[in-house]
């Protein structure tokens, strides 16, 4: 891989975080449609609030919260530190982590740092690799999945659909020709679980479908109402050219804000699930706009396993609040689950979402 390839790329993953952290990337006009969702409210719950348990399972291990730290960054100097701290936080509340893209791993040994210091940092949590989908279009060699296994001592592998992003991104790949064969050999070869993941614009039953059928044990919806990685792209291109859009002013606000909301993903790859007993031990990944732990109750009412969040705790991380978000979010957690009389997240899995009118 050449040196300017690689250069690219680091530049890439540098602007990627100084967007999300201070650019105008949010959905506009859209959301996750979890606003559209209450829990009944259980006047006699029959349990002490002391006795309430966040401990579930994920992929066959134990984690102590239905959250995991989603897919940030990894592959630049300053990746590093923020791999540390996350992967420090990830370690002490014992929920899974996934790191950014590791593209850059496979281009050539620079920065493997930024990837292989989080198993240092949390040596007993489940850490999962993550690779594009254009990139397992082109073909995985062996080398490239021991790589990237070996660099974070991963439990699985994360595959990201980007197509949105891709798309408006400068230098994108957009050829996603025969990734769903490629993701099969994938599957059916490496030693660890495949989870496919969305980005930010959603996976629709009939994708879920494919993606399982393909093999994956896991699906991440990543749907919109979050970070509009089309907005991310499209800032990137405009500073890069210092031109406007490459798309028509009519179709842009609509291609900006391109997905289908989280909650609706949910609701579709759940139904799928309870029709297609075959699918029923896919594990569902709610994110995309996760916000509280408010959020992440309601995913779990529409079938989620766990809730992820990227974003959100990317911020919290720069503004020094990582931690007390996450304490907060479980807080949020704990106090749904003691007004609805669950004590604990498989319960909570069971109750009924009233439709606000």
């Known amino acids: 891989m050449s040196q300017t390839a690689g250069n690219i790329t680091i530049e890439r993953k540098h602007s ?38 966040l401990s579930t399972t994920f992929l066959g291990r134990t984690i102590a919260a239905p959250l995991m730290i989603s897919s940030m960054t990894g592959g630049y100097s300053e990746a590093t530190y923020l791999n540390q701290r996350l992967a420090e936080t990830a370690e002490q509340f014992r929920i899974p982590l996934g790191v950014g893209s590791m593209r850059q791993a496979l281009e050539n040994s620079s920065h493997r740092e930024s990837f292989a210091i989080v198993r240092k940092y949390a040596p007993s949590i ?10 397992i ?8 999945i021991s790589i990237m296994l070996d660099l974070l001592e991963a439990d699985g592998l994360i595959v990201h659909f980007n197509a949105a992003q891709e798309l408006f991104q400068p230098e994108g790949n957009t050829d996603f020709r025969h990734v769903l064969d490629h993701l099969s050999t994938l599957t059916a070869r490496i030693p660890v679980p495949v989870i496919a993941k969305e980005v930010g614009s959603g996976i629709s039953g009939a994708a879920a479908t494919q993606l399982f059928e393909a093999g994956v044990k896991a699906v991440d919806v990543a749907g919109a109402g979050g970070t509009s990685w089309q907005k991310v792209e499209e800032i990137r291109y405009t500073r890069q050219f210092g031109t406007e859009s490459r798309f028509s002013t009519p179709a842009l606000e609509e291609l900006l804000n391109w997905g ?4 609706q993903c949910l609701k579709e790859i759940a139904a799928l699930k309870i029709s297609n007993k075959i699918f029923s031990t896919v594990e569902l990944i709610s994110s995309g706009g996760i916000k509280s732990g408010m959020d992440i109750a309601k995913s779990l009412a529409l079938g989620a396993n766990l809730g992820a969040s990227a974003g959100h705790l990317l911020k919290a991380l720069h503004e020094g609040v990582l931690e007390l978000t ?15 009389g669950a004590a604990t997240i498989e ?6 979402l009233i439709v606000k009118q």
């Open 347 to 352: 319960e909570l899995r069971s109750k009924s």
């Open 126 to 135: 489940q850490i999962f690799a993550n690779i594009g989908a254009p990139e």
């Open 326 to 340: 996450i304490e907060s979010w479980l807080n949020d957690l704990r106090a749904v689950m003691f007004l609805t």
């Open 137 to 144: 279009a082109k073909g995985l060699t062996d080398s490239d």
């Open 16 to 53: 990627h975080v100084e967007i999300c952290l201070h650019g105008d990337i949010a959905f506009s006009g859209k959301t996750t449609g979890f606003e559209h969702y209450e829990f009944e409210h259980n006047a006699v719950p029959e349990l002490s609030f002391a006795d309430i348990s």
């Open 260 to 263: 289908i909301p989280t909650a």
